[in-house]
């Protein structure tokens, strides 16, 4: 009665193995997303976190100072400082471009005066990566001036 039903695949079965590919590559997509963004964080943290020791390097060598010129906290020229302060030391300068790059060219705002100075790096998905001078490293909810500086007195990360 059905010798004549070819062996093989019916549609139906082949577009329920597709929708469950389809559903399968759609959550290792989501997790990957997830892995880079944290990726991504760990290079910045990484990247400031390298600056405490070469800021220290560069307070010896200057001359137990941080800036001979104080830099208001500023996000525009921060990468681009002149070499009046610790952020335009050669090295520091490229761990902060390192970590420009990591986080997809957020904002990373930096500060100093001869006996200070503070750096914080947008955070992937959120958030902002802070040191200071004191040696502190770590997350902080918002970078600005009222909560990095205050009056021209520079403070920690808060």
């Given at each position: 009665m059905y010798n004549n039903r070819s062996k093989g695949f019916t549609l139906i079965e082949l577009l329920v193995v597709i929708a469950i590919i389809g559903v399968l590559s759609a959550v290792v997509l989501a997790s990957l997303n997830t892995a880079r963004t944290r990726g991504n964080n760990a290079a910045v943290q990484s990247n400031l976190a390298g600056m405490l020791s070469?800021?220290?390097?560069?307070?010896?060598?200057?001359?137990?100072?941080?800036?001979t010129v104080d830099l208001a906290?500023?996000?525009?020229?921060?990468?681009?400082?002149?070499?009046?302060?610790?952020?335009?030391?050669t090295?520091?300068?490229?761990?902060?471009?390192?970590?420009?790059?990591?986080?997809?060219?957020?904002?990373?705002?930096?500060?100093?005066?001869?006996?200070?100075?503070?750096?914080?790096?947008?955070?992937?998905?959120?958030?902002?990566?802070?040191?200071?001078?004191?040696?502190?490293?770590?997350?902080?909810?918002?970078?600005?001036?009222?909560?990095?500086a205050a009056a021209g007195t520079l403070a920690v990360c808060p």
């Amino acid at each position: 009665m059905y010798n004549n039903r070819s062996k093989g695949f019916t549609l139906i079965e082949l577009l329920v193995v597709i929708a469950i590919i389809g559903v399968l590559s759609a959550v290792v997509l989501a997790s990957l997303n997830t892995a880079r963004t944290r990726g991504n964080n760990a290079a910045v943290q990484s990247n400031l976190a390298g600056m405490l020791s070469q800021a220290e390097i560069y307070y010896g060598n200057a001359g137990n100072v941080y800036a001979t010129v104080d830099l208001a906290w500023t996000t525009a020229s921060c990468p681009a400082a002149a070499g009046t302060s610790v952020v335009g030391d050669t090295t520091i300068k490229r761990a902060i471009d390192a970590a420009n790059t990591a986080n997809g060219a957020g904002a990373i705002g930096c500060a100093a005066t001869a006996t200070t100075y503070v750096i914080a790096a947008d955070l992937v998905g959120g958030g902002y990566w802070c040191v200071d001078y004191t040696g502190t490293s770590k997350a902080i909810p918002a970078a600005t001036t009222a909560n990095l500086a205050a009056a021209g007195t520079l403070a920690v990360c808060p």
